[in-house]
């Protein structure tokens, strides 16, 4: 039985979509990440323009190339969402192309003061722009730590309220992205101190120390990421989002900054 291409009948309204395709397709992707070599559930959406003499995609020919893509292993998640648009090609026409991926990585971290190995999840986004045969790539991690009040260290003589905080980096970039392990490493070294789920008393002790040796507001932490990035020459449009869970009061504490750093926008 030969079945009819529906999608490729005029539509009634002959306008240009921006942007259309499938979203939340779940894939088992292999990723080695600091030492590790993981396989991780990714949310997987990918989109694509479509002319207006066209009625619809054919939404199994974008599954297929995330599924085709899916089956390498890949030491950088860009690499990935590349690979899976110029599968699409080969299936499919389109003039720009978007992937979206969306998942949690672990990282092996090492406790301060007894340095055993704790494995810290990170979420992760990655996000793919293919237009015109070249690719802008994005690479974002959420980083979960800790804040202590510099005012209400000061104000107490030496006493202080402290909070859960999390550091959210983005890099945009048309050149190569910095590695997802230095993201991470950032975002950690720019909070008061880091969180890990394993913690011996010791460690808890050293932890708690470096919060007073480094009381930061989320506006602190938000420009050390900034100069972080920096000094270790990173590229591309830079998002920093610092958000606080306050523990004295019912609202969070929030601090933004964006910039362009390298080839002479820094």
Known sequence: MTLSATQDRMPEVKEVLDRVGVKGIALPLRVDL????????????LFIDLDG???????????????????????????FGILALRLLQRRHRYRQGRVLLRGSVLLRRSTPSTHRSSFEPYDVTCEVLLRDGKPLCSLAVKVVGSTLCPHSLESTGGMAHSQRASVYLKVTSSDALPKLEELVEIAEEALSAPSLTLLKASDEVQLVKRMYQRPMFVEDVARECLKLARQRGLKGRLRVIVEALESIHKHNAWAEIVRELGDGHD
Request: with cysteine; charged share 25%; aromatic share 8%.
């Open 53 to 79: 003499d066209k009625k619809g995609v054919h939404m199994s020919r974008l599954t297929e190339s995330l599924y085709e893509a899916a089956e390498q292993a890949y030491r950088s998640l860009p690499e």
């Open 34 to 45: 600091g030492g590790l070599s993981q396989c991780v559930l990714w949310e997987a959406s």
